[in-house]
């Protein structure tokens, strides 16, 4: 039997409600802030990856899935969305009828992680990015509209993280201080930190393995390094959080995984699954857009992992589990066709229905009701039909009604009505 590739899933019938519900609430809320939808390719140029995210980075470095195709060049399965978004901006000249613009874009990104649990190498994002507003109110508006997001999902143990990772002007002196205490340590950095303590010291802050980490905790705050700038800008970020009611942690550890952040960076981290792990993160890309040859253009983004938030809402959404709002059990060959005829109206009209086509009996449909989680059963039969009246039996309470089987649409929608 052929199988599954390693890291990759099925999304089953049985999980689809919570992706749909996300999908749902997240569309909704991005359209009520005024984003529209971008759909984006599965497969870009290796160099649009090697130049946004950096070569320096896990992701180009281990992750990603390349492979040259049958001229020869290099292509990438994406690991990431913004490059492609970014990409699609500048390619189509979006800018030029207004240069600020708001997308939002839902699909699979492709990893070569270790594959654990909540981790897959096809996974799910849901993405946002805003470009031509260097405001920092719009930091805290998009920052707002991503925790109102997990606020409508219910998601109870949200935490906002926050940090600035300055701009081209103040970062220089922060990296100097950083490298001298990396070059101090430099023994007890893993074998990918000390290489990257040359390269890129940054990364060394996003490093995973414990010895860094602890090193890690004596480095010094970027934060103590922003320029005048950077500073009122992400005092400005903080103020219009904490004015909209979002509580946050500053995170001088926080650096995400990319080299394109500038400015304000942010995780929603969760404990839901165990240990406290991010769900959700971003933050500013002002160069990006001038790096891959578009404009200079200031950016914000981010990314929600969508298989985790799954993970989370399956906990405690009961709601996704319900079966059909009515279960047609038609016992007879009369009845049956008309259980057909009932389970098709009623399916048009947005009412749930579901029915058996065997012809089995009243003991073995009862069975199958129980089976879907049907909240009602209509029993009709061949007798029924003649007397003109059905039985609706509700599953929970055990309690049976006799219904008309004239005008029978309309008496079980008002059933179903008087239940809500």
């Known amino acids: 039997m052929i199988q599954l590739i390693k890291g990759f899933k099925d999304i089953l019938p049985e999980e689809i409600g919570y992706w749909q519900k996300i999908e749902k609430t997240a569309i909704n809320i991005f359209e009520n802030f005024g984003f529209k939808e971008i759909r984006i390719p599965l497969l870009e140029k290796s160099e649009l990856?090697?130049?946004?995210?950096?070569?320096?980075?896990?992701?180009?470095?281990?992750?990603?899935?390349?492979?040259?195709?049958?001229?020869?060049?290099?292509?990438?399965?994406?690991?990431?969305?913004?490059?492609?978004?970014?990409?699609?901006?500048?390619?189509?000249?979006?800018?030029?009828?207004?240069?600020?613009?708001?997308?939002?874009?839902?699909g699979p990104m492709f990893r070569r992680e270790r594959p654990q649990k909540g981790r897959y190498r096809q996974f799910y994002q849901i993405n946002a990015e805003v470009f031509g507003v260097?405001?920092?109110?719009?930091?805290?508006?998009?920052?707002?509209?991503?925790?109102?997001?997990?606020?409508?999902?219910?998601?109870?143990?949200?935490?906002?993280?926050?940090?600035?990772?300055?701009?081209?002007?103040?970062?220089?002196?922060?990296?100097?201080?950083?490298?001298?205490?990396?070059?101090?340590k430099e023994e007890n950095l893993c074998q990918d930190c000390k290489r990257r303590s040359q390269n890129n010291p940054l990364r060394v802050l996003d490093c995973k393995v414990d010895s860094c980490r602890n090193i890690m905790?004596?480095?010094?705050?970027?934060?103590?390094?922003?320029?005048?700038?950077?500073?009122?800008?992400?005092?400005?970020?903080?103020?219009?959080?904490?004015?909209?009611?979002?509580?946050?942690?500053?995170?001088?550890?926080?650096?995400?995984?990319?080299?394109?952040?500038?400015?304000?960076?942010f995780e929603i981290q969760t404990g839901a699954l165990g240990a406290q792990s991010a769900v959700a993160g971003g933050g500013r890309y002002d160069g990006l857009v001038k790096t891959l040859?578009?404009?200079?253009?200031?950016?914000?983004?981010?990314?929600?992992?969508?298989?985790?938030?799954?993970?989370?809402?399956a906990l405690n959404d009961e709601n996704l589990k319900k079966g059909p709002d009515i279960f047609i059990a038609g016992l007879g060959d009369l009845a049956v066709y008309k259980a057909f005829e009932l389970s098709s109206i009623l399916s048009k009209d947005n009412i749930k229905a579901e029915m058996d086509f065997s012809g089995k009996s009243l003991k073995s449909l009862m069975k199958r009701a129980d089976k879907l989680n049907a909240e009602n059963v209509l029993i009709i039969g061949d007798k029924e039909l003649q007397e003109g009246n059905a039985i609706i039996r509700n599953m929970k309470t055990k309690e049976q009604f006799s219904v008309n089987i004239e005008n029978i649409i309309e008496n079980i929608k008002e059933y179903l009505k008087n239940l809500k």
């Open 49 to 106: 990856f090697q130049k946004s995210i950096g070569e320096e980075t896990d992701i180009v470095e281990k992750e990603m899935y390349t492979f040259a195709d049958r001229s020869g060049d290099l292509i990438t399965l994406r690991p990431e969305a913004t490059a492609s978004v970014v990409r699609s901006y500048i390619q189509h000249k979006m800018y030029a009828s207004d240069s600020v613009r708001k997308f939002y874009t839902i």
């Open 134 to 184: 260097s405001s920092p109110l719009i930091d805290a508006q998009i920052i707002f509209m991503l925790m109102s997001i997990f606020f409508e999902l219910s998601v109870q143990d949200a935490t906002l993280h926050l940090n600035s990772l300055g701009c081209p002007k103040c970062r220089p002196s922060y990296k100097k201080a950083l490298l001298d205490l990396l070059e101090s």
């Open 217 to 265: 905790e004596t480095a010094p705050s970027i934060i103590d390094f922003l320029c005048e700038e950077c500073i009122n800008h992400f005092q400005s970020v903080k103020r219009a959080l904490s004015d909209l009611g979002i509580e946050f942690l500053i995170d001088k550890r926080l650096v995400r995984g990319l080299d394109y952040y500038t400015r304000t960076t």
């Open 293 to 313: 040859g578009g404009p200079d253009e200031p950016a914000i983004g981010f990314a929600i992992g969508f298989d985790r938030l799954v993970e989370i809402i």
